[in-house]
């Protein structure tokens, strides 16, 4: 059986935690004969975060003290977790020198923007690669120190070579053989451990894939070397039918189509990137997500078919951190050559649009964006003001939460957006705006943020998602 393994920040949290995820992949090399594994690894959680902040900091601040301070932390949380999860000294050894070596790296990059007070998003791709970069070698060495023989890589080093897109880099069309003819030779007599989140250009600069990516990564690396299974270890029984620290009753969904999972990503579901199913699609290779507390459990298992049930809705995901910006023309243009003009701009200003509403006759438009665009979209829209007055009225309002209902049962059943609205007009609840993809496997609205989450306890029960 050929599998890759994705481990979460959560997951390598600390040195206690990498070394059960090295027992684990040992458990699992040594389950069954001919067992080939690769493994993806994410930051140790919370690092990326920080460095990201710290960056920021220090190129506002241009404090080398702010440098060095934050260097020394870093380095000692990553030899704490090396010490604890590697028993073997002289893998432990080697892993600290590489740690120093990156550490060295990091510093340079660092005091450059510091001397700068500049922060490009090349540099920022660079240096938010180090938590992977980190994180690798001392897996890579639990792993060694378990007894079977592992070697760390980047991204960039198996092949995922991508554009410069810095921050959300977009895979080249030869990918895929590549990753193919540097892995497959390793599998069955090592593990290679390859740092999620990363890839490089053809020139040899670091990108990322985007916040979440180490996902991708591993679906990347299923599909290049067709893998029988995708296993994505999280710290949940699997995909639940909503967040189970808002929602009671949710519950472990057993199977779910690559269109519902996807749907979920989409609508600000974490189990998943919103990209990472796409490598798999072609091939059929089944996802599956996985519980660290709970090996043995199956979770949930992401394949092709588009399983039908008795229950219309699924699962129901929110995405929190939402605007909705309202942009009304005036009646010399029609609302196409608006629209045309409206996305453009937000598009040159990688502004990513969640939901779109429109209504014709009063030339309005109303989407919906994350919270942290909301300015540079604000900016870009106005920009078109500035030189034409194809726009009558411009507003926001950040005090929303946007839900996704997901189900491929939903397809074709009558009375499904009925039961949704009717749910949340009993709970007293107004709706903002509404949109239905015309797969009809989801269903999106906008409501106040302070009800975003009895509307979702609301729909869960009426569609007895729980049960």
């Given amino acids: 059986m050929r599998v890759v393994m994705k481990f979460g920040g959560s997951a390598v949290a600390n040195g206690e935690k990498i070394k059960r995820v090295a027992n684990l992949v040992e458990r699992s090399k040594e389950a069954a004969d001919n067992m080939e594994i690769v493994v993806v690894t994410s930051a140790i959680y919370a690092v ?5 902040e710290q960056a920021n900091r220090i190129a506002e601040e241009c404090k080398e003290e702010n440098v060095k301070e934050f260097l020394v932390e870093l380095q000692e949380k990553h030899d704490e977790a090396a010490y604890v999860a590697i028993d073997d000294a002289q893998v432990l050894e080697r892993v600290k020198n590489e740690i120093r070596t990156r550490m060295t790296e990091m510093e340079k990059a660092l005091t450059g923007i510091c001397l700068l007070g500049e922060l490009t998003l090349r540099s920022l791709d660079y240096i938010g690669s ?10 890579a060495g639990a792993i060694q120190s378990a007894g079977i023989d592992a070697v760390h890589f980047t991204g960039g080093d198996v092949g995922i070579i991508t554009n410069a897109e810095y921050g959300s880099a977009q895979l080249m069309g030869s990918v895929e053989q590549a990753v193919r003819a540097r892995i497959m030779p390793l599998l069955g007599d090592m593990i290679p451990v390859v740092c999620g989140f990363t890839g490089e ?7 990322t894939l985007g916040r979440g990516g180490s996902d991708y990564t591993a679906t990347i690396i299923g ?19 909503a967040d189970p620290k808002r929602i009671k009753n ?5 199977y779910m189509s690559y269109i519902e999972a996807m749907e979920l990503s989409y609508f600000g579901a974490a189990v998943l990137h919103p990209r990472a199913i796409e490598p798999v699609m072609k091939k059929k290779i089944p996802i599956r997500v996985k519980n660290l507390l709970d090996p043995d459990d199956e979770g949930t298992l992401i394949g092709e ?5 008795k229950k219309a809705a699924k699962a129901i995901t929110l995405i929190e951190n ?16 608006i629209a045309s003009r409206i996305f453009s701009v937000l598009a040159a200003k990688n502004v990513d649009i969640i939901m779109i509403s429109h209504g014709s006759s009063e030339r309005t438009i109303s989407l919906v964006i994350d919270s942290a665009q909301l300015e540079r979209a604000i900016d870009a829209i106005q920009s078109i003001h500035a030189v034409d ?6 507003t926001s309002d950040s005090n929303v939460c946007t839900v996704g209902v997901v189900g491929v049962g939903m397809a074709g059943t009558v009375g499904v957006a009925g039961k949704v609205f009717s749910a949340l007009g009993n709970e007293g609840i107004s709706v903002k705006m509404i949109s239905q993809g015309s797969s009809e496997f989801n269903i999106s609205f906008v409501v106040q943020k302070d009800e975003a989450y009895k509307a979702a306890q609301a729909i869960h029960d009426v569609f007895e998602m729980g049960s």
């Fill in 48 to 52: 990326t975060d920080t460095i990201y």
């Fill in 130 to 139: 180090f938590g992977e970069r980190l994180a690798a070698p001392i897996l």
């Fill in 201 to 207: 250009t053809q020139e040899g600069k670091i990108t």
């Fill in 223 to 241: 599909a290049a070397i067709d893998a029988d299974e995708i296993w994505l270890w999280k710290d949940t029984a699997g995909i639940m039918s």
């Fill in 250 to 254: 949710a519950r472990k969904i057993p």
């Fill in 305 to 309: 078919e588009l399983e039908k049930t």
């Fill in 322 to 337: 939402t605007s909705i910006v309202n942009i009304a023309g005036t009646g010399i243009r029609s609302i196409s050559d």
């Fill in 389 to 394: 007055t194809v726009i009558r009225d411009l």
